[in-house]
């Protein structure tokens, strides 16, 4: 069965940066556009960032923008979320997701178990 599994999550202070990698199994997403959710305590999930399967263009969430960069390597069948200047608002889990779709916001057909980012402040 198709697999996506996150890494790279973990306890850091704010200003820190932390990699976050998804491997996925079962099934190639090298033709599908990729992407990254999170979800805080007691809010709804959200959309991080998308990247399609052309590479270009890259969408990202407001709130991180300028900090968070979104990448893919479809030889792995792996993408990527590399976050710079991390805030205690970024506090969440974060879901890697496969074959996204917009349809009034941003969803998708595939997501990981996700990793627990925790910025300190």
């Known amino acids: 069965q198709v697999q996506l599994v996150e890494s790279g999550g973990g306890l850091v202070q704010t200003g820190d940066s932390l990699r976050l990698s998804c491997v996925a199994s079962?099934?190639?997403?090298?033709?599908?556009?990729l992407g990254w959710f999170r979800q805080a305590p007691g809010k709804e999930r959200e959309f991080v960032a998308i990247i399609p399967y052309s590479g270009h263009p890259l969408y990202y969430a407001n709130s991180v923008k300028g900090r968070f960069t979104i990448s893919r390597d479809n030889a792995k069948n792996s993408w990527y979320l590399q976050m710079n200047s991390l805030k205690p608002e970024d506090t969440a889990v974060y879901y890697c997701?496969?074959?996204?779709?917009?349809?009034?916001?941003?969803?998708?057909?595939?997501w990981g178990q996700g990793t627990q980012v925790t910025v300190s402040s």
């Open positions: 079962g099934r190639a997403f090298t033709r599908d556009s």
């Open positions: 997701a496969g074959e996204t779709w917009n349809l009034r916001g941003w969803g998708a057909n595939y």
